[in-house]
């Protein structure tokens, strides 16, 4: 199991304004339980985490904004995603296909790759989920990423 201390994220998250208010409702549960964060110029709730079995770090965006998945029988589905970074290299073919591997593996979440090239691991997680949920996916996200972001990289920038 990965343990962690929270160190908070200087020179991505701090020293910038938001440009509009973001979603409290990520806010709330983190405050809630204590875990620190910074509001991103996106209005994203950054978060950092120093796992301390192996003094890596890694970085994880929770999103402010939602989107609604409507079902054609009625209902709907309000989900936001929950991403991290993984690496900003060029992947060779057979590295993008351990990607596509590896998401159809995981039962929370996928790689992705970026349209400006960086590849992150993503989850969505319904936005009114409680703490203990919305923890639970923080930490999928970031292990997830950090473990690639070794096996692609051998570094630790995110």
């Given at each position: 199991m990965?343990?962690?201390?929270?160190?908070?994220?200087?020179?991505?998250c701090l020293g910038m304004a938001a440009s509009a208010a973001p979603d409290p409702r990520p806010g709330k549960l983190l405050d809630s339980i204590e875990e620190k964060y910074e509001v991103d110029p996106d209005d994203d709730y950054c978060l950092v985490w120093k796992f301390e079995d192996?003094?890596?770090?890694?970085?994880?965006?929770?999103?402010?904004?939602?989107?609604?998945?409507?079902?054609?029988?009625?209902?709907e589905l309000e989900v936001r995603e929950i991403w991290s970074p993984v690496c900003t290299r060029e992947l060779a073919a057979d590295e993008m296909r351990m990607l596509l591997e590896e998401s159809y593996q995981r039962t929370l979440g996928f790689y992705a790759l970026l349209p400006d090239g960086m590849v992150i691991f993503s989850a969505r997680v319904p936005a009114d989920?409680?703490?203990?949920?919305?923890?639970a996916a923080i930490e999928?996200?970031?292990?997830a990423a950090d473990e690639m972001e070794l096996l692609l990289t051998d570094?630790?920038?995110?």
């Open positions: 990965w343990k962690k201390t929270l160190s908070v994220l200087v020179l991505a192996d003094g890596r770090s890694q970085m994880c965006f929770v999103v402010s904004e939602t989107y609604t998945v409507a079902a054609t029988g009625g209902g989920c409680d703490a203990k949920t919305l923890m999928h996200v970031m292990v570094e630790d920038k995110f």
